[in-house]
C-alpha cells in the first residue's frame, strides 16, 4: 500500500507542481525544502470475517502538507483532496478524507531548525485497496 500511495501522489501533475518529489513516509530528509508531504500510516485497516482476514485492507493514512505559510499548507492540501478521485483506481478501491487539522509552528516539524516559519495541515485520508492485487 506504501509504494503505490506515494507513486500515486508523486504522479499527479497538480501535487508535483507545488512539491515536486518531496513526499515521504515517516520523516522527510533533513535537507528538503518546503513545500512538502509526509505520510504516516495510523491504522492497520485489516479486517476478518469467520474465515479469516478478507482481501481488501482500509488503513488510515495521515497525510501532513508542510509549507512555510499557513496558505501554502492549505494550497497543498486542496491539491492533495482533488488528487484523491483519481488515485482511486485499481489497486485502490476509494480514497477519502475524513478529517482535516491545521497546525502552525509546530516546534517537531520538518523546518524545526530553520529560522523561517512554518506550516501543517495534516489530512486523515481512508484507504480502501486491495494489496497485492
Known sequence: MEDALLAALLADAGIAAIVGDRIAWGLLPQADELPALVLHRIT????????????TITP???VDCWAGSYGGAKTLARAVMAALPAISA?????CSV?????????ADGPAAD???S????????????????
Do not use: K, M
Open 44 to 55: 492497520g485497516g485489516f479486517d476478518y470475517v469467520q474465515d479469516g482476514r478478507v482481501d
Open 90 to 94: 485499481d489497486p485502490f478501491q476509494d
Open 114 to 116: 530553520r529560522s523561517e
Open 98 to 106: 475524513i478529517d482535516e487539522r491545521d497546525d502552525g509552528e509546530a
Open 60 to 62: 488510515l493514512v495521515q
Open 118 to 133: 512554518f506550516f501543517r495541515t495534516s489530512l486523515d485520508v481512508r484507504v480502501c485497496i486491495t494489496p497485492n492485487a
